[in-house]
């Protein structure tokens, strides 16, 4: 039996869950990474906002149910539009509030305003936290503005700091930080507070590497995108490319896995551009053998994310595939990732750039499986000392304590 650590820990994750109306669910690696975490706790609490069948990301997060019995949730309320927003955010914070002394510490994921209001509350109830940063919430103000048109630009500079101000004051009351990347870890290496980079959120044991030696070698050769359909991802640019290459007589198809609130708008596109035979939208697929499958069945991997990224979790699926990557040079990307070793980097929001790299990769097979081969070694790397439970119960220990271990 593995050692516990006596103490009842609460998570603030991210983004919400999923309930079926029996059992909370999660995308794959998240449920994964809190039922490893579970493992090094007495209790384990999740205190989230939860999509119900028939909401819109439904079915893009509810992958996976929590597996470990000493997992319980208390739910946020969830509403929409501006006022139900603010609605839920103050609903929201009477909750958290109220459950602030029922556990021993909190770990918190921003951005997110339900992590920055449990970071304030427990700085002012001097309770003990610690912070996951998937992505820089500075640098995401202009796409995470909640305010639109005219009010939008005019409030932009005042949001922009609001949350600088949350996130830096967080990072600043917390026992430790970990960082999704490189990035958001020098960026606060001058503080006091410990900052390390995460073991990524994955479920490492679906993580079957691929062994192949090349791709595109046959016509038509398939490029894929893999995401949700925000504007932020850059779907858009991918079709772009794609008419682009087709264009120029290139025997391209492509294939987008995924949904969100740009999906009508990416069909209008394809229409407009006339490539309904050249692009298939298959909508959400779930993680496990259907989704590997279609990595595994495409020749090049697109990623033409232009924002809010710590680094994204179809990059590892795509490497551990044997996919060649095409990849906007973003955030904390080119940080894990070197140019023309495991990857080839364009500017972001460019997709006469992209078509250029793939291009190349079409007309250089040696440059295809250096790609491949690179990308393999640095996945069978990380999957080696992939615990991210671990990671957490080490550094609650170090840098929390735990003199109740039995």
Not at 43 to 49: E, G, P, S
Not at 369 to 398: E, H, P, V, Y
Request: hydrophobic content about 40%; charged content about 25%; overall charge neutral.
């Amino acid at each position: 039996m593995k050692e516990k650590i006596s103490a009842h820990l609460a998570i603030i994750p991210e983004g919400p869950l999923a309930f079926d109306g029996k059992n909370y669910l999660y995308s794959e690696g998240e449920s994964y990474y809190i039922d490893r975490i579970a493992e090094h706790f007495e209790r384990v609490t999740l205190i989230a906002h939860a999509f119900k069948p028939g909401d819109l990301y439904y079915t893009a997060i509810a992958h996976r149910p929590f597996e470990a019995p000493n997992i319980d949730v208390i739910e946020l309320p969830l509403k929409h539009g501006i006022p139900g927003k603010f609605i839920q955010l103050f609903q929201s914070a009477k909750i958290i509030w109220k459950n602030l002394n029922g556990a021993d510490c909190y770990y918190i994921f921003m951005p997110g305003y339900a992590g920055a209001m449990t970071a304030l509350f427990c700085r002012f109830r001097k309770k003990d936290y610690f912070l996951y940063l998937a992505s820089d919430w500075p640098e995401e103000a202009s796409l995470l503005n909640p305010f639109k048109g005219i009010a939008g630009k005019i409030l932009l500079p005042l949001f922009h700091g609001l949350v600088g101000w949350l996130q830096n004051s967080a990072v600043r009351g917390a026992k430790f930080t970990l960082t999704a990347g490189a990035l958001l870890r020098n960026k606060y290496a001058g503080y006091k507070t410990p900052v390390i980079e995460t073991i990524p959120r994955l479920n490492w044991p679906a993580y079957k590497l691929f062994k192949r030696k090349d791709t595109c070698e046959h016509a038509p050769v398939t490029l894929l995108f893999v995401g949700y359909l925000l504007e932020r991802k850059g779907g858009a640019y991918f079709i772009e490319t794609i008419k682009i290459l087709h264009e120029q007589g290139r025997a391209v198809r492509g294939v987008m896995i995924g949904e969100g609130e740009e999906e009508e708008t990416l069909k209008a596109l394809i229409e407009d551009y006339g490539l309904g035979d050249i692009i298939e939208m298959k909508g959400h697929i779930p993680n496990g053998a259907p989704l590997i499958e279609e990595y595994r069945k495409a020749d090049l991997f697109i990623c033409p994310t232009f924002a809010g990224e710590g680094f994204p979790r179809v990059l590892y699926e795509a490497m551990s595939q044997g996919l060649p990557i095409v990849c906007s040079d973003v955030c904390g990307i080119s940080l894990k990732l070197k140019p023309d070793h495991n990857v080839l980097f364009v500017p972001p929001q460019d997709a006469q750039a992209i078509a250029e790299k793939i291009m190349l990769l079409l007309d250089k097979p040696s440059l295809r499986q250096i790609l491949i081969q690179n990308s393999a070694d640095f996945m069978a790397r990380l999957i080696d000392g992939a615990d991210g439970g671990r990671q957490i119960a080490d550094c609650f220990t170090k840098y929390i304590g735990n003199n109740h271990a039995r």
